[in-house]
T-cell receptor, first 112, second 114 residues
Framework: DAGVTQSPTHLIKTRGQQVTLRCSPKSGHDTVSWYQQALGQGPQFIFQYYEEEERQRGNFPDRFSGHQFPNYSSELNVNALLLGDSALYLC???????????FGQGTRLTVV | GDSVTQMEGPVTLSEEAFLTINCTYT??????LFWYVQYPGEGLQLLLK?????DKGSNKGFEATYRKETTSFHLEKGSVQVSDSAVYFCALSDRKGGGNKLTFGTGTQLKVEL
């Protein structure tokens, strides 16, 4: 049983560019959440998707957007990249109504 | 809003020493509490959880008890190993709206030496 998979594992982008990160949830899970983890910090909640809709959102600007597909996979899009967007982006999947979340290995984004 | 406070690291211990990592939280309602572990270059792995007051979560020799009266969820292990070296995150889930948004502490790095 594959766990949560994220792609790509590493990415380098230039300021002002746009980026798309992808996540496939654990089999049987229907909810996907995205987190940003800056170096030396705890993960910060970006948003959560369920039934192809954004259900909860953290304190992140509109430059951060997402999508969930009918197969429950998800994308995180970040526009107009800033140097401060450099971080590890983590995807977590869960079953709606439960408390346990499983994390992927993350995508390391570097903005230069 | 919800918040989690962890003790600062790094914590350096000798193998077979006793481990305590303190965690306190602020939340409305009755959150679920978690400890996650992150090894270098990897994502987060759930270590243990507790969903209501006085519950004890345990896994791989690690334990933590949900203390509502002190709003704490301290992580303990009786005898650490070098392989336990990692960063440990305390987190809570508010369960609002049926979702499970996690609020994390800043993490505590543990280094275990021979």
């Amino acid at each position: 049983d594959a766990g949560v998979t994220q792609s790509p594992t590493h990415l380098i982008k230039t300021r002002g560019q746009q980026v798309t990160l992808r996540c496939s949830p654990k089999s049987g899970h229907d909810t996907v959440s995205w987190y940003q983890q800056a170096l030396g910090q705890g993960p910060q909640f970006i948003f959560q998707y369920y039934e192809e809709e954004e259900r909860q959102r953290g304190n992140f600007p509109d430059r951060f957007s997402g999508h969930q597909f009918p197969n429950y996979s998800s994308e995180l899009n970040v526009n107009a990249l800033l140097l401060g967007d450099s971080a590890l982006y983590l995807c977590a999947s869960s079953l709606q109504g439960t408390t346990e979340a499983f994390f992927g290995q993350g995508t390391r984004l570097t903005v230069v | 809003g919800d918040s989690v406070t962890q003790m600062e690291g790094p914590v350096t211990l000798s193998e077979e020493a006793f481990l305590t990592i303190n965690c306190t939280y602020t939340a409305t309602g009755y959150p679920s509490l978690f400890w996650y572990v992150q090894y270098p270059g990897e994502g987060l792995q759930l270590l243990l959880k507790a969903t209501k007051a006085d519950d004890k979560g345990s896994n791989k020799g690690f334990e933590a008890t949900y203390r509502k009266e002190t709003t704490s969820f301290h992580l303990e292990k009786g005898s650490v190993q070098v392989s336990d070296s990692a960063v440990y995150f305390c987190a809570l889930s508010d369960r609002k709206g049926g979702g499970n948004k996690l609020t994390f502490g800043t993490g505590t790095q543990l280094k275990v030496e021979l």
